[in-house]
């Protein structure tokens, strides 16, 4: 485990357990050993109870551990409630979840059902996620909060005003100076009061990776001519009192706790001098960007990493906004923050299999090579090429024959656009460059000495295969190809056995982007690794893996690539009522994920007039003869539409283990 770093990003919540297969610790460090869930046994299982029907062992899939998410809930509220208590401020924490971070249905109601007795709330950044925090929120507390995020339109405010008669405590943040109209005569059509708050665009910038939203010319929120403009329009309208939230938002994984105390300070000032100049200042939403550790350096100088934790982060907001208020003699307010990534990140695990490997310049090319004819006498120049490689291979120097095959096989291209070189030729002579680059990549392995320290390989090892796994980059992984996002992979099983191939992975789309090169390093001192250490596949076995830390923004942002659908979702809890009993789990097939027909349907075709279009060209064909069994063609047809557009393997997974 140390090989994956497991310890490193996974803040207690996963390990490999003694039979060498990835264990989920829903409770985090309080996570007692009986209470590790075994992944694949914990799938195995419920497909042996036919919970999963035909889903498992069918990959991708989303696993859901919904405890997870009621213990990052949990400490994130006590990483404020201690801070609070430390510093003894005046006011308390009261967060809400963004939901653009996971609109999924399951995720929004466990939070707001977890959050419940500390009055979390939701933040929504469009009309639909609004309505769908408005309705999860009326089984919440009263008193949580529904931050409305985003450019709105008259809808938008008149839904947020609507969400305010349902008594649901709905703060309506303004991004742009115009919507300040659009809220006041929506408030008068609807005779009523909103509650406003605003969004500040501050200086404070940072460097990383999703720093972009904030400075001065980021995208979002007002200037403080804009602000001051606001109070006086509202001063005007004697609508000061409604002004209560001032709102801000430094970007996402702020790498450090400077950064995060410039822009705190900053902010907390601007919401003492609102208080000063008459409005009803209650809180300060400090928007998202407690990052998460997805290379386990926790370093501030890696942009896949932070250099804090949730507490040093909850008690840095505290000390900040409590020392302007104390400058300004402003009363403490409540403290709101809309941490998405760091709430929802470790809940889920995709799980999804290989589907088969592919060596890199493999052995086998060489065994090709050597049985593969010349097919006549190569022209003079290349013959020389030839030579000159065979006698830098004789005496061992393959970096520099390498460079000699090379110029074999651009020079060869030339002759066989001209003509004088034969199909089989030219296949000769990309052959003998295989054969040459394998010999180097091998002798490069023979010499990469394994760092027992740092358990890892040299640094000029490079990859030696390509694992094809099940799943799509576009729709699993989006961060991954979109951003550079590193997301650990690990395998789920054979842990105990040492992981002697290093691979890439590639996925079923047919586009070039569609893989994982970046890996969480082994060693201390390198955090990235271009490759991963894998198990050899072993024949009619199957060979599963698991993403970890994706459970935000990928499932939103996944697109439809080559129409790869949503993957299914299962969810492991503790066993209540209900359910699958399995000692003391409870495995659940909450959605099937999108099959052919659904992703069909997404794109405007109606697959039932398909099929029917299919059929019809099926028995034309056979009155003409051309097909003789119609029948099992027209039922393959049937089936197809309501499968998997993922590639469906045999392979059963009693191999994973004994359980
Ligand atoms: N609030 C706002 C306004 C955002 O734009 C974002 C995302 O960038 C968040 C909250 C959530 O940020 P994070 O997931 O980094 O906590």
């Known amino acids: 485990s140390s090989l994956y770093k497991i310890e490193s990003w996974g803040s207690s919540y996963f390990t490999a357990n003694a039979a060498g297969r990835m264990a989920v610790r829903p409770f985090g460090p309080d996570t007692k050993p009986n209470e590790e869930i075994d992944i694949l046994q914990a799938l195995q299982k419920a497909m042996e109870g036919d919970v999963l029907g035909d889903l498992y062992p069918i990959s991708p899939l989303i696993v859901r551990f919904p405890d997870i998410l009621r213990d990052r809930l949990e400490r994130l509220q006590s990483a404020f409630d201690t801070g609070i208590k430390i510093f003894h401020y005046q006011g308390h924490f009261q967060g809400v979840f963004p939901v653009k971070c996971n609109q999924d249905r399951y995720v929004v109601e466990n939070i707001v059902e977890f959050g419940k007795h500390f009055h979390f709330g939701l933040e929504a950044g469009s009309k639909p996620e609004l309505l769908l925090a408005m309705s999860s929120l009326c089984k919440g507390s009263s008193d949580a909060l529904l931050i409305c995020n985003g450019y709105k339109d008259a809808e938008y405010v008149s839904l947020a005003l609507v969400a305010r008669k349902m008594k649901l405590n709905c703060v309506i943040v303004l991004e742009q100076e115009e919507e300040l109209d659009l809220v006041l005569d929506m408030s008068r059509k609807l005779s ?35 602000i001051v403009g606001i109070v006086c329009k509202l001063r005007r309208r004697k609508m000061l009192h409604c002004l209560q939230l001032l709102h801000f938002h430094i970007g996402s994984q702020i790498p450090s706790l400077p950064v995060l105390n410039d822009g705190v300070s900053e902010a907390a000032h601007i919401y003492c001098e609102l208080s000063l100049m008459g409005a009803n200042m209650k809180y300060i939403d400090i928007g998202g960007g407690l990052g ?21 982060y909850a008690k840095e907001v505290v000390l900040a906004v409590k020392c302007a208020c104390q400058m300004k003699g402003v009363k403490q307010p409540t403290l709101c923050s809309e941490s998405g990534r760091a709430l929802v990140s470790h809940h889920s695990v995709l799980v999804f299999n290989v589907l088969c490997a592919e060596e890199k310049n493999g052995h086998s090319v060489g065994d090709k090579g050597l049985s593969l004819e010349v097919g006549g006498t190569l022209p003079e120049p290349l013959c020389n090429l030839q030579e000159c490689l065979a006698s830098l291979v004789r005496v061992g120097n393959y970096e520099s024959a390498l460079e000699y095959a090379l110029c074999m096989k651009l020079s060869s291209v030339n002759y066989f656009k001209k003509g004088s070189l034969s199909l089989m030729q030219l ?67 054979r842990l105990d056995e040492e992981p002697t191939v290093r691979a ?29 250490k894998v198990h ?6 199957p060979y599963y893996m698991g993403m970890f830390l994706g459970g935000a923004y990928q499932e939103a942002l996944g697109g439809m690539h080559n129409l790869f659908g949503a993957p299914p979702v299962v969810h492991i809890m503790r066993a209540n009522e209900g359910g699958s009993n399995m000692g003391n789990l409870q495995v659940l097939k909450v959605n099937n994920g999108e099959n052919i027909y659904d992703v069909l349907k997404g794109m405007q ?17 056979a009155k003409d003869g051309d097909s003789h069994e119609p029948e099992e063609a027209m039922s393959a047809l049937d089936c197809s539409f309501f499968s998997s557009t993922y590639l469906s393997t045999n392979n059963l997974p009693s191999s994973v283990g004994s359980t």
């Open 192 to 226: 009523m009061e909103p509650l406003i708050g605003l969004r500040a665009k501050l200086n404070t910038k940072h460097g990383g990776h999703f720093g972009e939203t904030s400075g001065e010319n980021g995208k979002f929120g007002l200037s403080c001519a804009q």
């Open 292 to 312: 998460v550790d997805y290379d386990g350096s926790g370093s501030a100088e890696s942009d896949m990493s932070v250099g804090y934790t949730m507490e040093e």
């Open 427 to 493: 296949a000769y002579v990309n052959t003998v460059h295989e054969l040459v680059a394998a010999m180097l990549e091998k002798k490069r392995c023979e010499m990469a000495a394994y760092d027992g320290v740092y358990g890892q390989w040299h640094k000029d090892a490079a990859y030696n295969a390509i694992y094809h796994i099940n799943l799509s980059i576009f729709k699993s992984m989006p961060d991954t190809w979109a951003i550079g996002q590193l997301f650990p992979i690990v395998p789920l099983h």
């Open 504 to 532: 890439i992975l590639s996925d079923l789309t047919c586009d070039s982007d569609g893989k994982v090169t970046t890996f969480v390093g082994s060693g201390e001192m390198n955090t990235r690794a271009t490759y991963m």
């Open 536 to 541: 050899p596949l072993q024949e009619g076995k």
């Open 605 to 621: 075709y109606e697959p039932l007039t398909m099929l029917e279009t299919l059929h019809l060209q099926l028995q034309n064909s």
